[in-house]
Every structure is written in C-alpha cells, then in structure tokens.
C-alpha cells in the first residue's frame, strides 16, 4: 500500500514531542561538517529527546529501552518499510550462561564459558569490556526480550545450521568443534524466535515494534539523516535530515542514537574501507544498508573501527554429508575444518586465501545435484586427474587427499579435528573440485566495522573522549562481531543489547 | 647539545611570516573537535602561508615545493630533532620508468612494467590513481631529488635486501620472483641515497633538510599539533599547537599540510584499529609516531582508511643460504616463496596465520651461529622426529618437506617457483625448527593506515568530499604502501611524492 501523502505541517505536528520552530541556538552554526544556517535552516523543526535514527534491531531496542526511562522519543528510518536488515536476518540472538530457554531444554552454561568462546574464537583484541557485559546480563537480556513479546519454542534442535524446524535452540557457532569443545564448556546459545510460518527476523522485529508502538514511541519512515549538529562545545544536539526531499532540522534534547545499519551497499565505501568484502558476490543486507550513520557519526570526529572487517560466507553445507569433503587453497592445501561455523571458512578464504578456495569430494560428499551456487570445475576418476584438470600444482592436491584419506579411515583428522561423524576417506569416484572462491560462488557478505563506542554506547571520538549527547549501537558501531564471525546470533545480539544501553544511557542524560 | 631556550615573543617573532596577534575570526571558535576560544586563546600567535605538521621525507618535501610555489612556510615538529621516521629508514626510493639512474647503469624499464607490478602484487583494491601519477612522474620525480641535492652512486648490485655496498641501484621487491618476472619486465627499482660513511635515510634527510633551509623554509623543533581550527564553512584555517607546554594557535593563510607519520607508538590506537600489528614484537619507528596527524585530520571529519594495514618483517635471510629453507604455518604447510621480499613473508604471516609461523632448514640452510633473532623451537636428526619435538599434526612436517625435497632436487618448486637457485633439498641433519611467529621472534612493524587524500594530496572527509584548506602525505594517510609491502623504497617515495604533491596544492591554494 503506498504511503499517504501529508503535508508538512501535519507531519510536523505528528512528530514533534515539545514545542517546535524554536530559533537554533547561537552555537548550532558550529555544525562539524555543516553550517546548519548555510543551507537556509535557522529553526529547529521537530524537538524530541531521544532521536534514534534506523529502526532495525537496534534502533528499536534503543526506542524501547529510552522511552521506558522516561524520554519522548522518535525512531527515523530511511526505507519505507521498519525492521531494517535485522528483519532480513534469521532473528537468532545469542544468549547464554544460563537463560530460561536454556535450563527449560536441561542445558547447563556459564557466563565463563560464553565469555570464553566469543573472546577466543574470533580475531585478535576484540572489545572485552564490550564482551563481558554482554555476557555478564545475558540471562537478564533474554527475559528482556520474551517480556517484550518475542515467542520462543521450548524446542531444542541438533541440526547444523539454522534450524528450519520448530526448535527455537540449537549451536549457531563452533562450540563443539575442535579446539573449542576442549576448551570451554559447549552450550547451545543460539536463541531463534518462533512462530508457525514466520522466519526468525522477522518474527524478532513485529515484537520489539509492536513493543516500542505500546509504548508510545513515535516511528517516521522515508527520512533519512544527513548531518549532524555540533556545538562549539563538541556535544551532539540534533540532525539534519531529508524529509521527503524537503531538509529539516531535529534536535534531540537528551541524545541521538546511530543505528542505521552497516555500509556493504555504499560500493564505493566498502572498495575503500573493507576491500576484501569488495570482492564477494552478494551484497547481503537491507538497502538502507549504506553507512550513513558511520558518516555522520565520523563526520563529527569519531573514531571507526575494524573497518575492513565483515560476514563473508559461502556455506558448504548443508546438506550434511558435503562436510566429509575438503576444502583447500590453490597449492592444494587444506584450509580448516569443513564443520565449523560457515563464517570461520568463509572468513579464512576471503581474508586468508585472497578469495580464492576450492571444495574437493568424492561420489558420497558430492554436492546435491541441480545445486549451481559452486560452479564446477573439474571432474575426474582419480585425484591425479583432477588436480591435472583443475590445475593444482603437480602432486600437491593427491598429496592433501591421501593424507587426509589415511587419517580419516581411521576416524582421525590431525590437522583440524573434524569431528568423527563426519570423517570418510574421499576416494568414491566421481571425484569433483567445485569454485568457493569469493567473486565465483553465491558469497554473501556485509560490514562488521564501526563507531568507535564505549559499553554504555557513548560514541567515542578519535582521541579516546566521549562525544557528549551521540550514542550508537548495531553494525553502526564496531562491536562483538568479527572476522571471522563466529556465531549466528552475535550481530543481531549485539544490536538489541547495545541498543538497550543506548537507549538508557541516552534517556538518562538531561543536561 | 640541549635546545637553548629562548622566550615566547622572540620564538613567535622567529616563526610568524605576517603580522601575529591578530584576533581570530569568529568563525573559527566553529572548531570541529574544539572550541579555540574555550581554551582562552582568542588570538592567531603564529600567522604563515603553509604550516606542515612534521619534519620528515613528506613534510621537508611538502615544504620544499610550497616554498618554490611562492608560500611562507613554517614547518613544526613535535622531536627535538628534525628527519622523522624517514632518517631512520634505509632512505630507499622506489622509483622506475628509466630514470637517469637506471639508464645509466644499462636498466630499460617502463611506466607500464613498473605501474603493473605496484598496482598488482600489493593487497585488493590499491589506490589505482596514486599509482598512475606516481609511475608517470617517476622519472621527474628522482631528478628533483638529484637537484635537491641527493646523491646517487652509479653503482648496481644484484644482492639480496638493501645494499650494505656503495651501490645505489638493486631490486628492492619481488620483481624477479614468480610471478611477476614473468608478467611484467623486471627492473631494479631500489634507489639508495649514497655518500662514504653515511646510512641511506640519514643522507637523504639531510639533503633536503639543506635544500629546504636554503630556499628560506622555517622550522621549528618542539612544537607538537594538538587540534586543527575549522571554519563553520568546514574551511581548516589553522592548528592549536603545544610549544614547550604552552597552547599556542597558528593561522596557515594557504593549506595546513599533515606529515607527522602513522601510528605505531599509540598502542591503544594500534591494538583498537590495527590488532594485527599490535601482537608484533618491534614497533620500528621514530618516537614521534604517535598518529596525531591522523587524529588531528579525523578529527576534522577526515576519513581514514585501511587503518589495520602496516609493514611487518621478520625477515629470513640475509644471509642467502637460509633461503633454501622453508617457512610453514602450525599444521606444517608451506606459505609462500622464501626468497620473496622479506615484508610479503611477513604479510602471510601476520594477517594471514594468525602471527604464527615456523622456518624449516638443515645443516646448510641453517641460519647464523650466534644468531638469536630466532629462538630455537626444536633440533633432531630425522625430520619425522623434528615434527614430533616440535608438536607439528603427525605427518605433516614430513609431507610438506618431502614434496618439497623431491621437486628441489629436480630444480623445481611446483608450488611456489622459488627460483632454482635458492632450491635444495631439505636433507642434511641436523635439522632445526626456529620460531617465526610474530611475539618470539624480532619482528618489526609500523602502520600504512591513514588520512583518505586525492592525488593532489588534499582530505577528503568521509563523504568523499574536499576539506578545503588541508592537506596530507605520508604515513599520515593512506598511500602507496598495502599489505603486503611489496618494495623497499614504496613508502618513502611516496612521502616524498606525494608530499612534493601537498606543497604545491597548498601553495597555489589563495583564496
């Protein structure tokens, strides 16, 4: 249905929270990038004092958790649709050390254990304050979103991926492959909202608008962010914005959050800050994904972090039996375990192996046919053929195999520890090399890095100071995921929980 | 010889190129990070036409060309000495396309060669149009050096790594490596400043530190930039500066110029935006490298680009005969060429293994007696012992040197074509496995991190937009250099380059 037509005046009053037209304040022309008064606005439009700007999982939860302390608050969203990627997404929240789900299904965790996996499996220095926290108020952050009406099925599910059944827990990360399932305790914590017939994010997001709605938080959508106001002081005091063409000034009296999503659709940003997630076929995110709330955000001087870094996948699996083949690089090496979670391999081949990798089995590990997401490339009797034809440098392709053949007959993998269920020599004729490279097979790919933030979700500027009034949260800010991405649930965890902090922090603080 | 002091008004009166103590103009309390006047400096105390923050290869070669372009310059530096990171470099340009040097001693290269092998052999996705005026003015620019007083040796030598001889000329990258020798004509690149006596970047600064203060550039040591003044147009007008403890405020008529190196001394800057190099146990650069220019331009709203890049060595050779070894990851597989440049090593290593990787060799590829850059991780007389000391996945040591061995002893690597020179098999016990791995051994690092600039060398901000008024070169932005670091010579031909390229844009920059 399209959207009414209202005339401005109308729009207006629908969504300011305090008296509107008030002249700028005298120090509002010290905008950082932008001279508020040099493109004709003197007056502020609207007045609130929470303005959130993007309304996927962490907007929301942000909106949620703001008006709950007591603030008027307005959600601004580009697109014309609420729910932004996180409604494209499959809704999983990781939680654990124990939550309600968790206990109900007769599974024991601990905040250590989740604490160790997320601060260990993913890359070098991650954020561990940002970590603890999470994991510290995890148990209490799952009840936070059952009381915000988002359904759970007391079901638990053993299947390798997201669960396409009725369970709503299953391992969404590595936890029981090698070396994590030694070193700390596996637990599912893959939480996956559920309701017959709807998909996980958008499941998620009907109850978290649904939610802030009851709650009396005020929602506009076709508006999309430009600028922001700075005062000479440094603190953040509003927004300019696009409001169907017309710009228009907003001033948030007690603070803006920046949750607007990551930049893999800004292609000219992600060539300059992320070039390895240049490469990968598939853009994969809402197209409001473009990094305006980066922009904004670094235009008034804060710091981005890890922006290289992102999701890239190109799943081996399922089905199943496809994890009994090998995955290798082009001198024929063995990359990884092939169990592991799809986002540890994807991240091994695009930021380890220039995008380029290859998936090698035999008759029984063979990809399900009319499958073409991974070109085939050759396909032999023998590996001796195969590595001629597919043009791996002489002797090294039958040397990974028949190592990987002799360990595996006897149920082991020295290298990578798969698992034993899913050892089986690769010596069933036909044998084929399928493409797993990054611009060949279907990879999907968006951005992890962001706005340098504390844990209460203060944006922080370039020289460690918080800017006063700017707060951020979600793939607007660089947070618990990484590459490699260890974990469906982290992304849309981290939103909704840094959200919250924003939200709080932000109605919390009346200068 | 201790600075003498002298006092504030004859330091200012030594500095201003026009009348001082003019008041600032109201707009420039609009400061983007800071309000000048909220640290009670009303007034310019320093007025010029160009101010470079930064006494190194790019600031010296900024000031050089805005001085010849008509400009008052006044260059700062935070050190009590002047020549940055550069005059504790090797002072090595790289630079082709025939310049008087390579003609002379009988080398034929060309634009096109040289432009192939930079643009192709770094890290996804360079800065194409960088590369494109770098190689076309190439020839141009190693002239300008000549006149500015530079001198070169017409001496070649064809040993491995930076000349220790009187040589000026050799191949400073993997030019002659596969697979670059065969897809673009190999020329030595590497051009050595060279005088009796003298290391390489102590000479090169001192011929242009001559030549700047010949043309009448002034400097001043002790003098360390803390914020830049913006206009509330977004027009950079000037910097507040710490001089001996007191915060001062230069007005640059024309361009203020960033040259203060990358960042590698900020440890919480490299932990949060390059964790790679964090973990490298030798940060290699002069003490002033602390990313203020960086912080200064991103500050202003600049963006900042392949921030987690840098150089990092752990270099296997000299001496050449341990270049017949092998350098394998913790599962025993071989990386790359060993005879590659020693920073392409270092690359794999860093990003792409996680920072651990071993060097296999025996009695004649063994490294120097006495030589404890790296530690000893296992000695035995068998490789399949060796492996088992070393705690390598049982069996796999033993392939990887046994496919390597039968190939090497044909003169051949199928994997990697290290040249038949450096090809013997790994077979004369002892045999040793040293530690290469990032934190044991000497491993050297800085950032490549930096400010985005156009080739004019002017800012851009974060929305691809100019900020007018500043400029930046060097490792204070985002240049040639990539990970992998592909020649001795790229970085600081770059600073020089694209330095000489800030100096003239700021100088003609009347406004």
Redesign the interface.
């Known amino acids: 249905m399209p959207e009414k037509t209202i005339d401005r005046r109308t729009l207006l009053a629908s969504l300011a929270t305090s008296a509107a037209g008030v002249a700028l304040s005298q120090h509002s022309?010290?905008?950082?990038?932008?001279?508020a008064d040099?493109h004709g606005i003197k007056n502020w439009d609207i007045i609130t004092d929470v303005l959130v700007a993007g309304s996927g999982a962490a907007g929301i939860s942000a909106a949620i958790d703001a008006r709950r302390g007591g603030a008027d608050v307005l959600v601004v969203e580009k697109l014309n649709k609420l729910g932004g990627s996180s409604a494209l997404s499959g809704g999983v929240i990781y939680a654990g050390g124990g939550t309600a789900l968790q206990k109900a299904l007769g599974f024991t965790d601990s905040v250590e254990s989740m604490y160790h996996y997320i601060a260990h499996s993913g890359?070098?220095?991650p954020h561990l304050d940002k970590i603890q926290r999470y994991c510290e108020q995890s148990v209490a952050h799952f009840d936070w979103l059952v009381d915000n009406g988002v359904p759970y099925n007391k079901l638990f599910s053993d299947g390798k991926g997201l669960g396409f059944d009725e369970a709503s827990l299953y391992y969404s990360g590595s936890e029981e492959a090698w070396p994590w399932r030694d070193e700390c305790r596996p637990a599912p914590r893959g939480h996956v909202p559920w309701e017959k017939g709807h998909q996980g994010g958008k499941r998620l997001m009907r109850s978290l608008l649904a939610s802030a709605k009851k709650l009396g938080v005020k929602t506009q959508k076709r508006v999309s962010g430009e600028r922001l106001v700075?005062e000479?002081?440094?603190r953040v005091t509003g927004m300019l914005v696009d409001i169907r063409g017309e710009r228009m000034a907003i001033k948030a009296k007690r603070g803006i959050v920046l949750a607007c999503g990551g930049f893999i659709h800004n292609r000219?940003m992600v060539?300059?800050?992320a070039?390895?997630l240049?490469?990968c076929s598939v853009p994969w995110a809402n197209a409001g994904d473009l990094g305006i709330g980066?922009?904004m955000g670094?235009?008034?001087?804060a710091?981005?972090?890890?922006?290289?870094q992102g999701f890239a996948i190109g799943p081996i699996y399922p089905p199943e039996n496809t994890i009994a083949g090998i995955a290798v690089n082009q001198?024929g090496?063995?990359l990884t375990s092939e169990e592991g979670y799809h986002a540890v391999m994807g991240n091994v081949v695009t930021?380890?192996?220039?995008?380029i990798a290859y998936f090698i089995c035999d008759k029984d590990s063979d990809r399900p046919q009319g499958d073409d997401n991974q070109p085939l490339v050759a396909k032999a009797n023998t590996i001796k053929e195969l590595e001629q034809k597919a043009g791996f440098?002489?002797?090294?392709l039958q040397?990974s195999v028949n190592?990987y053949n002799?360990?595996a007959k006897n149920g082991e993998d020295?290298?990578?520890h798969k698992s034993k269920k899913y050892l089986s020599p690769i010596d069933k004729p036909p044998f084929k090399v399928y493409d797993l490279s990054v611009d060949k097979t279907m990879y999907s790919s968006h951005t992890f890095g962001g706005l340098?933030t504390n844990v209460d979700s203060q944006v922080i500027?370039?020289?460690?100071e918080v800017i006063n009034g700017l707060y951020a949260a979600g793939r607007n800010t660089s947070g618990l995921p990484t590459s490699p991405y260890i974990a469906s649930g982290i992304s849309v965890g981290d939103c909704t929980f840094f959200g919250r902090q924003a939200g709080q922090h932000a109605a919390a603080n009346k200068s």
Chains 1, 2 share one sequence.
């Open positions: 022309s010290a905008g950082t990038r932008v001279a040099s890359r070098k220095h700075v000479s002081d440094g000219e060539k300059l800050y070039p390895e240049y490469d980066i922009q670094m235009g008034a001087g710091g981005a972090l890890r922006m290289d001198m090496q063995r930021y380890k192996q220039d995008g440098p002489v002797g090294s040397m190592y002799e360990h020295p290298m990578f340098h500027n370039v020289w460690g």
